[in-house]
T-cell receptor
Framework: DTGVSQNPRHKITKRGQNVTFRCDPI?????LYWYRQTLGQGPEFLTY????????KSRLLSDRFSAERPKGSFSTLEIQRTEQGDSAMYLC????????????FGSGTRLTVV | AQTVTQSQPEMSVQEAETVTLSCTYD???????LFWYKQPPSRQMILVIR??????QNATENRFSVNFQKAAKSFSLKISDSQLGDAAMYFC??????????FGKGTHLIIQP
């Protein structure tokens, strides 16, 4: 197991285009989290899954954002009609149950909207 | 909602010296977990140390230790014998049993050779 994998590492898109990111968690981790991190800020919670169920969504997750975790394995985060304000690092993390021992993070996907 | 505050945007320390990074948090919970994460320039977050709120003993991991003051809701990180590889962003985080971890805005640690 090589940890949490995120693809792509970098994505440049034009405003108004749709983008999709993928996260592959550690295989035995049943919880998967998405965060957004803008320059100079800490990670901000977006949403999380327990197995295939999406249990919580932040108000930061506008209706242009959608996340899925089919079959409780990998997850995708899609942003429709991207805006310049969506430019950020999108981080994925996973844990076994409640993260009382913290998360294992992926390396993130850097999105730049031009 | 829980909040985590890191009041030091940037700290600088000489190599081999000791530095303390501050963190305060706000919660109404009595049982929770606190973490310090390190984010090197490569951007992957790495867990440095964790503390369980119901344990009075401060956590220690090699050169890293915490000063946990539950009543004051303070959770500082002490790095002893600072090394060049310690240079990174450091984030304090809180987990109270619901949803996910809440992070502070981070402290940029610079190690002067």
């Amino acid at each position: 197991d090589t940890g949490v994998s995120q693809n792509p590492r970098h994505k440049i898109t034009k405003r108004g285009q749709n983008v999709t990111f993928r996260c592959d968690p550690i295989s035995e981790h049943n919880r998967l989290y998405w965060y957004r991190q803008t320059l100079g800020q800490g990670p901000e919670f977006l949403t999380y899954f327990q197995n295939e169920a999406q249990l919580e969504k932040s108000r930061l997750l506008s209706d242009r954002f959608s996340a899925e975790r089919p079959k409780g394995s990998f997850s995708t985060l899609e942003i429709q009609r991207t805006e310049q304000g969506d430019s950020a690092m999108y981080l994925c993390a996973s844990s076994v149950g409640n993260p009382v021992y913290g998360y294992t993070f992926g390396s993130g996907t850097r999105l730049t909207v031009v | 909602a829980q909040t985590v505050t890191q009041s030091q945007p940037e700290m600088s320390v000489q190599e081999a010296e000791t530095v303390t990074l501050s963190c305060t948090y706000d919660t109404s919970e009595s049982d929770y977990y606190l973490f310090w994460y390190k984010q090197p320039p490569s951007r992957q977050m790495i867990l440095v140390i964790r503390q369980e709120a119901y344990k009075q003993q401060n956590a220690t991991e090699n050169r890293f230790s915490v000063n946990f003051q539950k009543a004051a809701k303070s959770f500082s990180l002490k790095i002893s014998d600072s090394q060049l590889g310690d240079a990174a962003m450091y984030f304090c985080a809180y987990f109270g049993g619901a949803d996910g971890l809440t992070f502070g805005k981070g402290t940029h640690l610079i190690i002067q050779p």
